[in-house]
Every structure is written in structure tokens, then in C-alpha cells.
């Protein structure tokens, strides 16, 4: 079983860029797709973007594409989710997440971290 862990999240400003990391132990991690999906107060996990097994291919959703770039490094058992352009709305908290598919529905994934507190000011 893998278990993914956040880290990087913090406060900055519109404009800014902020970069999140998620190191997994447990599984082999090569044997899984690795997501980030974000949430907000009252609301449900929101796919943000998604690698393949090797992290030859790569989605994302329309609201990040172009601004949020996502790898992964099998030697680490890592993935790193580079966020720049910030924008208010992105303000959330960010989830590492583990599955066996390429997917944007969270139910997909099975295995998660705790989330890390991005904060966008405006």
C-alpha cells in the first residue's frame, strides 16, 4: 500500500509561484498513476492533473493547463507539481493521490495524503 506526503504548500501572492511535493513510501511506486487534486471548504476533490506510470504522458485540468506543470521521479518515489500565474482561485488545499488509472475522478484513486494549504492572495 503506498502512502503519499505533501509538502511545499504556503501563502503568496497573485502572480507567484509555488512548488508541491509529494514523496510515497510503502508500494512500488512505479506501479502507480499519481494525481494532484485540490478542495475547498464545502466542496468536493478537484482534479488538477495527473501522471502515467513512467510520466511519459501527463492531463490537466483546463483551469491549470498551461500554468501547472507536473513530473514524477521514479528514483525519488516522488512527483512535483511546479504552480506558477497563481491566482486566488487556486487557493485550496492540494492532495497527492495514488491509483491504477488515468483518471480526473478522485473515487479513481485509492490512496491519499493528507493535503498541504496553498493560499493565493489577491
Not at 504552480?83 to 488545499?93: F, G, N, Q, Y
Not at 488515468?102 to 493528507?114: I, K, M
Amino acid at each position: 500500500q503506498l502512502q503519499p506526503v505533501e509538502s511545499g504548500g504556503g501563502l503568496v501572492q497573485t502572480g507567484g509561484s509555488l512548488r508541491l511535493s509529494c514523496t510515497a513510501s510503502g508500494s512500488p511506486f512505479d506501479r502507480y498513476v499519481m494525481g494532484w487534486f485540490r478542495q475547498v471548504p464545502g466542496k468536493g476533490r478537484e482534479f488538477v492533473a495527473c501522471t502515467t506510470y513512467s510520466g511519459d504522458s501527463t492531463y490537466y485540468s483546463d483551469s491549470v493547463r498551461g500554468r501547472f506543470h507536473m513530473s514524477r521521479d521514479n528514483t525519488k518515489n516522488t512527483v512535483v507539481l511546479e504552480m506558477s500565474s497563481l491566482k486566488p482561485e487556486d487557493t485550496a488545499v492540494y492532495f497527492c493521490a495514488a491509483g491504477h488509472y488515468v483518471s480526473q475522478l478522485a473515487d479513481e484513486f485509492a490512496h491519499w495524503g493528507r493535503g498541504t494549504q496553498v493560499i493565493v492572495s489577491s
